[in-house]
């Protein structure tokens, strides 16, 4: 029985080590899915963001406004309204 007794733990080890190793390569390969979902969905907004660039540039172009900036037209007469608030 002795020698019974000492391969039980070593076959529980390698029992463990089996699970374990299987744990992880499954760990592994959901890690690996999950990743390539990601990386699918950022190259899908990428094309989204594109395509609405695209779109607004076509506006522009449309209403005749093709190269001025509107972010720095907008933020002008909010500057002007702030220097004339901050001296009243």
Known sequence: MDGHDTDDPKQSTAD?????????????????????????KIDEMGGR??????SI???????GQ?????PSATLKPKEETKA????A
Do not use: A, H, K, Y
């Open 66 to 70: 093709e190269g001025s900036p509107s």
């Open 84 to 87: 004339v608030d901050d001296s």
């Open 57 to 63: 540039n076509d506006l522009r172009v449309e209403m």
């Open 16 to 40: 463990m080590t089996v699970f374990v190793q299987n744990l992880l390569q499954q760990m592994q390969s959901r890690f690996q899915t999950m990743s390539e979902s990601i990386i699918s």
């Open 49 to 54: 963001i594109e395509e609405l660039e695209q």
